[in-house]
């Protein structure tokens, strides 16, 4: 985690469903250890749509080539309750109830939406009645997250783990004020519902860099520059 190199695009656009653009998402590693990309693409229309890739060659063990499969693909398009050039960045996927689930970011005028979709094969979703989880006045979300977090201990848990001494994080970067918010609360899978704890409504993750002053013979020297 301190060394990286930099590889090719792992996807670009291509394909009449992200022509216009591949957008962030997440990537989710199945139980089966096949890995897959959920993300944003603009189609031929402009659309924001979200789509799938899967690697090449699973051998290659830095994963350089992805392909789009032409099937299945865009995964989830807009309906008619949905902004389709407010809709992207779709999360990493989490099991519960024999289905998996995914958020998508979006905004139903001025109010914050988490849309929810589940699916059986993870190729058919499904919009679920109601979003997991909307604020008004908050403006379009962009970037979820959503994942738990024991309440027992401190090491990290899987994505599907659910149990009395897990409450879940809601994260969502606001573009309206350029900030990351994450509440923490409980998620009711049995209701597609999440509620954040009292007192949860207003976190605040803050991110920042700064120069320093050293030289650039010492940043050489120390092998970074600047701090977060």
């Given at each position: ?64 080539k992805w392909v ?157 520059a600047g701090i977060?």
């Amino acid at each position: 985690m301190l060394n990286w190199e930099a590889l090719e695009p792992a996807i670009f656009p291509s394909e009449p469903f992200d022509i216009k653009g591949t957008w962030s998402g997440s990537a989710t590693v199945f139980p089966d250890d096949n890995p897959v990309i959920y993300y944003t693409g603009v189609d031929a229309k402009g659309q924001q749509v979200q789509n799938y890739a899967i690697p090449a060659d699973r051998t290659d063990k830095n994963l350089r080539k992805w392909v789009k499969p032409k099937e299945g693909n865009p995964m989830v398009v807009a309906d008619k309750e949905i902004n389709g050039s407010a809709f992207r960045d779709p999360t990493t996927a989490w099991q519960a109830n024999g289905y998996w689930n995914i958020l998508v970011g979006s905004r139903k005028g001025s109010t914050g939406v988490a849309y929810l979709f589940k699916s059986k094969d993870k190729k058919t979703w499904t919009k679920t009645a109601r979003p997991l989880h909307e604020v008004p006045n908050t403006g379009m979300w962009e970037c979820p997250d959503f994942f738990p977090v024991s309440t027992s201990h401190e090491k990290g848990l899987d994505f599907s783990e659910l149990g009395k001494d897990v409450k879940h994080v809601l994260k969502v970067s606001l573009d309206v004020t350029r900030f990351e918010y994450y509440t923490i609360g409980t998620y009711f899978p049995d209701q597609d519902k999440y509620v954040p704890d009292k007192g949860q409504v207003d976190g605040r993750v803050v991110w920042g860099w700064a120069n320093e002053s050293d030289s650039k013979e010492e940043d050489v020297k120390k092998g970074w520059a600047g701090i977060m």
